[in-house]
């Protein structure tokens, strides 16, 4: 997805908090915004992906601050609330019979109201609430699953890993999945390190990264493996926006199931759903 007139706002936006979050140094922070937002009116284009031009914005501001992970303690607070809440959240998606699938891509796309620009927990109320999707091919996601031999599922904000574990465990029945997250530090995105920490790396099984820190993931500066990890992938589960951004530029194969929340209204025109829609859908 291309640049929209409304995304230039929310980058600027985006570089306040970061450099914010990043350093309590007030000449320091006021460098990191002003090489920042240099980067943002250098290179905003309506031919340009709002993931590349995040992705040198926050390392324009690790660098100048010197804080390679600014949103740490966003993460912490995101994963402590969705360590608490899913036990209980997952339990009713496991007694849902026939719904089971249905009702694991329900809790992995309510988990996708987590967004750094929201107060933890003014995301667990959207978490508790029922969904429904504006876009829903969970039908034909089912189906795709039925012949599928490798599934590779992009995760987003490192809160959701604990409500992606029982889809990732669905999925596991009937094909190999790789789960796939940051190699260090972008935005509040899950990483290596995140995985380790919640504990969660043995029931995920295969975890691997991107090989870059980029919101989404930009595929000409992705790792050689993870190229090659998602030109074989029979399917594809991308989490969240960003990944939307990303890879919905791509033509349209079948092969991508997009599971995320629409925060933003450029993503929502683009869905063709209403702002803060839910979409489960296979481009």
């Known amino acids: 997805m291309k640049l929209a007139p409304d995304c230039y706002e929310c980058l600027h936006r985006l570089i306040h908090q970061a450099a914010e979050l990043a350093t309590d140094d007030a000449p320091l922070r006021q460098t990191a915004i002003q090489e920042a937002t240099g980067i943002l009116d250098d290179e905003f284009s309506y031919d340009q992906l709002s993931i590349v031009i995040a992705t040198r914005i926050h390392r324009a501001i690790r660098e100048v601050t010197r804080n390679s992970d600014p949103y740490r303690a966003m993460k912490e607070q995101e994963m402590k609330l969705a360590g608490e809440l899913h036990p209980e959240l997952s339990l009713n998606t496991e007694q849902a019979g026939q719904d089971e699938l249905r009702g694991c891509i329900k809790l992995a796309a309510a988990a996708n109201s987590i967004d750094f620009f929201r107060e933890t927990h003014s995301a667990e109320q959207d978490i508790r609430n029922p969904i429904s999707f504006a876009v ?148």
């Not at 530090?185 to 920490?197: C, I």
């Not at 990944?243 to 599971?259: D, K, N, T, V």
């Not at 063709?272 to 481009?283: D, E, H, K, Q």
Request: glycine share 6%; with cysteine; net charge negative.
């Open 136 to 283: 829903d091919d969970s039908v034909p996601l089912e189906a795709k699953l039925r012949d599928a031999d490798r599934v590779l599922y992009l995760a987003d904000n490192a809160g959701e890993v604990y409500f992606d574990l029982p889809l990732v465990r669905l999925m596991r029945r009937s094909a190999q999945v790789i789960y796939v997250v940051k190699p260090s530090p972008v935005q509040n995105d899950l990483t290596l390190e995140d995985v380790a920490r919640s504990g969660l790396k043995g029931e995920l099984v295969q975890v691997m990264s991107t090989g870059i820190a980029s919101p989404g993931v930009i595929l000409s500066l992705a790792s050689a493996r993870f190229r090659w990890e998602f030109e074989s992938a029979d399917l594809i589960f991308a989490k969240g926006m960003g990944h939307y951004e990303a890879l919905s530029e791509l033509p349209p194969e079948g092969r991508i199931f997009y599971c995320l929340r629409a925060k933003c209204r450029p993503v929502a025109d683009s869905l063709g759903v209403p702002l803060n829609s839910y979409v489960a859908m296979l481009r």
